[in-house]
């Protein structure tokens, strides 16, 4: 939000730098987002009376003006409609440079020379009005620097500053000029100053000009209206013209300024209806119809439903409540009678139907955060104020307030010992007290070391003693609170296990050459869809967004896959398809209605391209199977997991089913491996290539990760090889030989190694040809051949028992 200096400064009396200004703003949690000057490049700009005007000889568009600068007199070419004789306007000779940063010359326009140029507001960078050259009053003598008119004339103002500031969605009673001027008086210790307020009542009495009827209170729990006849509709003066500019906020006529004004200065949104063209001279406050739409100001048709709140005349909806007014009902130059509304609407009810419509409004804004409820009725009067005095008219006598539910401040308990336990400090009651009053509570004194609090209606964040003792915190100022060190030292809190192993696989995949990625976790429901997922899948219990940015990113991700692949399809369209990829993450999964969601942290992998390039003395090797399996076997060798095994299954979503297998430890499934399915890859624009993943459950992992590491001494000695080369049914897998080895073989089996695998595609018998190394070794002695071979014999009776294979002759 940007707020004026020199706005401010008509509240508080503000003696200290612009930038010390903002730090003070800072610390008390108004963080300055910006401070830029305004109005202050205006060095060489006078005032200048204009003599005479007579046409430009060669153009029709323009005038030639003698113009008195109080330092002789030039002559100007001058296109402004607004021209006159008499006219004082700002001048600018050869040689000045203007804010916008181009700098004058004497020159010739169309054949006929031009000594300076009058200057319109715009060209100042004092409003953003090019309508005509800027007319100054009449009592300023030529040759006045223009700079120094802001000590001469009344709110003239120039000169400024011009503070951003980020609002804390807590805190709506900062969103207005008051507000902040509120805490800034506060903090420095100065009395708040507030905008006269003059009403001259002077019409016919309300009642029978106007009624207003509530008929949801849930969604409009007051709302105020006022009426004044007979305005005068035209452009604001300059100086309100001028703060609405610096707030960022465009003029548009008297009465509508008035209300964008208000809107600045109280952090209360008004409207203005045309009163002529509200049918039955009613008001009443409804939720729309279903099918119903409505013409905004904007010119926009937009479709409506029954939770958006309207403000409807006699016969249909004129404004959209606390968003935007209608087409139907606005203010134009033939407007002579005036309806100011200023309401207080349900933040919730406004923020669904703005995010709904995708229409969001400086309006809008505030009602969402929350305004004052008791303020609606001081800014109404405060704006029937302003459009009396720039508008003229008659102010209809009284105002209506439908409010049927006061506000009631709630009591809240202070405690003084508590706060300078908290904070450290050794505040008094007094002190505590000034605090309080200083922001406007309402202070009772409660007994001893304690303080009764019912905060103001403008702040609706402070609900309890903890919100009181912050604020004390704030004035007080938190850098003068006290350091205190901890008389105990805190025991060692050891890191969460998911968070310890989250380090611990980053530091491994970046050590295999693998590259962290973080992707969404809101995904679109066609995800499931894209993966290949069977109708009573898991990866179809999408947990719903209920307000969602967008349709495809609707839902919570129930897999980590689709944000991968998406990931490499970006980089396969940058020409990046050498890839080694992870993410660990959460999936989330909808377990029903009134059951909380599920939620699973994954760790998932992807290599795809080339595993090496093409050199002078090996050619190009695409990545396989075994490139992936081997990173995923190196990652679980790396946490200390034995006993891992794999085993081909079939049932896995998103993988090819003959390239594929689940990962397991001592039984226990941990995840999967293998080829992305072509139709997968395909669904996600990377047809062209392979892909291979692998997918950990982190909760399965954890549980078979060795709490410590034992050291394992060097064998100290020789091991014995045997071989075995197996016929075995081509359906038979090589971990269950394995397996039967190991289990056969005891402590004495080292390791068992695959070399061999053969099978003939041509052959009518459905065998294969597998050979093994087995190493034996023990810990203790030198084993010798006969104890060797007598295992080895066993093992094979086994095998062949257990498979109904034989060994290969020849």
């Known amino acids: 939000m940007k707020i004026s200096l020199n706005w401010l400064r008509e509240y508080v009396d503000i003696d200290m730098q612009p930038e010390e200004l903002g730090r003070l703003l800072t610390m008390s949690g108004l963080e300055l987002e910006g401070l830029e000057p305004s109005g202050q490049s205006l060095g060489g700009i006078v005032v200048a009376r204009i003599i005479s005007i007579s ?15 109080g330092n002789g007199e030039v002559q100007v070419v001058c296109g402004a409609p607004n021209i006159f004789s008499g006219a004082l306007a700002p001048f600018a000779g050869a040689g000045v440079s203007l804010p916008s940063g181009a700098t004058i010359s004497d020159s010739k326009i169309r054949g006929v020379r031009s000594q300076g140029m009058l200057l319109a507001e715009d060209e100042m960078g004092l409003t953003e009005d090019h309508t005509g050259v800027m007319i100054l009053p009449p009592n300023l003598a030529p040759g006045t620097p223009f700079s120094s008119m802001s000590s001469d004339l009344k709110r003239f103002e120039l000169a400024d500053w011009v503070f951003d500031l980020s609002i804390t969605p807590n805190r709506p009673d900062w969103t207005s000029v008051l507000g902040v001027a509120r805490e800034i008086a506060a903090l420095i210790g100065q009395r708040l100053r507030r905008p006269e307020i003059i009403i001259e009542e002077g019409g016919s009495h309300i009642a029978g000009l106007a009624s207003v009827s509530i008929a949801d209170p849930v969604g409009c729990p007051r709302y105020a209206a006022g009426v004044i006849q007979g305005v005068d509709i035209g452009p604001s003066p300059f100086w309100m013209r001028r703060r609405l500019f610096l707030s960022g906020i465009r003029s548009i006529n008297n009465i509508v300024d008035v209300t964008n004004y208000v809107l600045l200065e109280m952090g209360q949104p008004l409207h203005a209806f045309d009163y002529n063209k509200l049918r039955e001279n009613r008001i009443i406050v409804r939720r729309a119809e279903k099918g119903e739409t409505f013409t905004t100001l904007d010119g926009e048709t937009r479709p409506l439903n029954d939770e958006s709140l309207m403000i409807c005349d006699g016969e249909r909806p004129v404004a959209l409540a606390g968003i935007m007014g209608g087409l139907n009902s606005e203010i134009t130059p033939e407007t002579q009678d005036v309806l100011l509304e200023s309401a207080f609407f349900d933040p919730v009810t406004i923020r669904r139907c703005s995010k709904r419509l995708g229409l969001s409004t400086e309006a809008s804004y505030r009602f969402e955060r929350g305004v004052d409820i008791e303020g609606a009725t001081t800014a109404l009067k405060r704006a029937m104020s302003l459009v009396y005095q720039l508008a003229g008219g008659s102010i209809a006598s009284g105002i209506i307030d439908n409010y049927p539910r006061p506000y009631t401040p709630p009591d809240i308990r202070l405690r003084i010992d508590k706060i300078n336990r908290l904070l450290g400090t050794s505040l008094t009651k007094d002190a505590v007290t000034g605090y309080m009053k200083a922001l406007e509570m309402d202070v009772r ?9 019912s905060p103001p209606s403008f702040r609706v964040d402070i609900t309890r003693e903890a919100d009181l003792i912050e604020e004390v915190a704030r004035v007080f100022g938190y850098e003068n609170i006290p350091v205190t ?26 050590g295999l050459g693998f590259a962290e990625i973080i992707t969404y976790s809101f995904i679109s429901p066609k995800s499931a869809d894209m993966l290949g997922a069977e109708e009573e899948s898991p990866l179809r219990k999408f947990v719903p967004i209920l307000n969602p940015l967008a ?32 993410e660990w993450g959460k999936v989330f999964f909808q377990m029903g209605e009134d059951l909380q969601p599920n939620e699973k942290l994954l760790l998932t992998a992807v290599i795809t391209g080339l595993a090496q390039k093409k050199s002078w003395h090996c050619d190009d090797r695409a990545v396989d199977f075994y490139d992936i399996k081997g990173v995923l076997e ?8 034995k006993d891992v095994t794999f085993k081909r299954e079939k049932d896995f979503n998103s993988y090819d089913p003959e390239v594929s297998a689940g990962v397991y430890c001592k039984g226990s499934a941990l995840g999967r491996v293998g080829r992305v399915s072509s139709n997968v890859l395909e669904a996600h624009g990377l047809e062209k290539i392979n ?10 992992l954890l549980k078979e990760i060795p709490e410590t590491r034992r050291f394992q001494s060097i064998a100290r000695f020789p091991a014995v090889y045997r071989d075995i080369s197996l016929l075995l049914n081509r359906n038979i897998e090589s971990a269950g030989v394995v397996d039967i080895i190991k289990e056969k073989g005891s402590d004495l089996i080292e390791s068992v190694e695959i070399f061999d695998l053969y099978e003939d595609i041509k052959s009518d018998r459905p065998e294969k040809s597998l050979a093994f190394r087995i190493s034996y070794r023990s810990k203790d002695r030198t084993l010798d051949g006969a104890e060797v071979n007598s295992l080895h014999e066993t093992i094979i009776d086994e095998i062949k028992l257990k498979t109904g294979g034989r060994l290969r002759e020849g």
């Open 691 to 700: 892909a291979f993943l692998f997918e950990l459950d982190i909760a399965a």
């Open 485 to 510: 060190y901890p008389s105990i030292r805190p025991g060692q809190v050891n890191d969460a296990p998911e968070l310890a192993l989250s380090d611990q696989i980053r530091q491994i995949m970046s």
């Open 634 to 641: 190196a990652l679980l060798a790396a946490l200390g997991l």
């Open 445 to 453: 004194d409660s007994g001893e070391d304690q303080l009764l609090i």
């Open 55 to 69: 046409p430009h000889p060669e153009a029709d568009r323009l005038s030639l003006c003698q113009v008195d600068t």
């Open 551 to 582: 349709i495809d990113q609707s839902v919570m991700r129930t897999s980590l896959i689709p944000g991968i692949l998406n990931t490499v399809a970006v980089n396969v369209a940058h020409y990046e398809k050498d890839l080694k990829l992870f």
